[in-house]
């Protein structure tokens, strides 16, 4: 698991919220006051953050080119219907700049969120932001790679472990 790329803008609250949970420890820093603070989170909010992670880390999955099949494909994600919760407002500066903002402040975590997947959106980096292809990484990270076709979070770990698996595996 790579972490020297943080998303950039917007996006590095929504890969920093979604990494909260190492999924090869079970590690999870919401369990800790510090995590917490660090989204700005009481012990309260846990079920619905946790919940909005995982939805995050299902659509990071989906930009990684791992969709679901069938009835699944075709239904709402769990995302949407978090974000449905979430309004936005549109703000216009002195200079005419439009941005989305949580309608409601302080604005909580999903709000949040919304907010930043729109700007993230607007500006074409949302699709970049991905979940690591191994199965017990699952790290999420921003693919800088010129193409937008990268698959491990880090190459060196993942990648290696998964491209040596395949070596193994066509040998045996």
């Known amino acids: 698991m790579s972490e020297k790329d943080s998303a950039p803008g917007a996006l590095a609250l929504i890969e920093s919220l979604v990494n909260t949970l190492d999924v090869e420890t079970g590690a999870d820093t919401l369990d800790t006051a510090d995590g917490r603070a660090a989204l700005g989170l009481a012990e309260a909010d ?13 659509v990071c999955l989906a930009h990684a080119g791992h969709h ?29 700049t439009a ?3 949580p309608a409601a402040e302080p604005a909580g975590l999903t709000a949040r969120v919304a907010a930043a997947i729109a700007a993230a959106a607007a500006d074409g980096t949302w699709a970049r932001l991905k979940a690591c292809e191994a199965e017990n990484c699952r790290w999420v990270y ?6 937008g076709r990268r698959r491990w979070c880090s190459m060196s770990v993942c990648g290696a472990r998964a491209k040596m698996r395949t070596y193994r595996a066509k040998r045996g």
């Open 142 to 147: 921003y693919d800088r790679s010129p193409a």
């Open 99 to 101: 941005s989305l903002r």
């Open 46 to 58: 846990l079920p619905d953050a946790r919940a909005l992670r995982e939805a995050l880390r299902a």
């Open 68 to 96: 679901p099949a069938g009835a699944e494909a075709a239904a709402p994600s769990p995302l949407d219907r978090l974000l449905a919760a979430a309004p936005l407002r549109v703000t216009v500066d002195v200079a005419g």
